[in-house]
């Protein structure tokens, strides 16, 4: 089954302890993304990468780190998470169709920094 | 910065009832795409329209893409419960993955 998959669904973490996102998708897709999603703010890119090795800031990248190792895999980095990191985050992946891009998201993780 | 206005924020509506939501921006994009979002799962795309003036139809789902590829919307006929959820339109401004700019959104409840 085509998919994004997201570990962890949940969690919960103190102030300044490092954590890691894992995404993985089986589409072969070249492009990958992370997105936060807030209320009242809708959905904001934090980073993408346009393939292995290449990745760029998005809209929202400050307290976030990305690495693009494999094409597979995008995880997301919070060296030093702080409360106003609290917010449900989405995986993206997509691939250039006749020049549109259709992203695929995983289910999300919600994390809470208290 | 390209910003897409949907309208209304929240809409409540009894089943059976139509609706029509709207995707609204001064800048240009060369496509359009409509997601849906259910409770605590990830956005699921419905359609992408890429033409000015383009109509595509989802069952009981309208989309419409502007003339001038400004603006779209979303018509319901005969909602059903199964309709609930939140609505995202995001503009794609040919600028690769990373051109993509996301609406707020509309929440859209149906009522039994």
């Known amino acids: 089954e085509a998919q994004v998959t997201q570990n962890p669904r949940y969690l919960i973490t103190v102030t300044g302890k490092k954590l890691t996102v894992t995404c993985s998708q089986n589409?072969?897709?070249?492009?990958m993304s992370w997105y936060r999603q807030d209320p009242g703010l809708g959905l904001r890119q934090i980073y993408y990468s346009m393939n292995v090795e290449v990745t760029d800031k998005g809209d929202v990248p400050e307290g976030y780190k990305v690495s693009r190792k494999e094409k597979r895999n995008f995880p997301l980095i919070l060296e030093s998470p702080s409360p106003n990191q609290t917010s449900l985050y989405f995986c993206?992946?997509?691939?250039?169709?006749?020049?549109?891009?259709?992203?695929?998201f995983g289910p999300g993780t919600r994390l809470t920094v208290t | 910065t390209q910003l897409l206005e949907q309208s209304p924020q929240f809409l409540s509506i009894q089943e059976g009832e139509n609706l029509t939501v709207y995707c609204n921006s001064s800048s240009v994009f060369s496509s359009l795409q409509w997601y849906r979002q259910e409770p605590g799962e990830g956005p699921v795309l419905l359609v992408t329209v890429v033409t000015g003036g383009e109509v595509k139809k989802l069952k009981r789902l309208t989309f419409q893409f502007g003339d001038a590829r400004k603006d779209s919307s979303l018509h319901i006929t005969a909602a059903q419960t199964g309709d609930t959820g939140l609505y995202l339109c995001a503009g794609e401004s040919g600028g690769g993955a990373d051109g993509l700019t996301f609406g707020k959104g509309t929440h859209l409840i149906i009522q039994p």
């Open positions: 589409m072969n897709h070249e492009y």
């Open positions: 993206a992946s997509s691939f250039s169709f006749g020049g549109v891009y259709e992203q695929y």
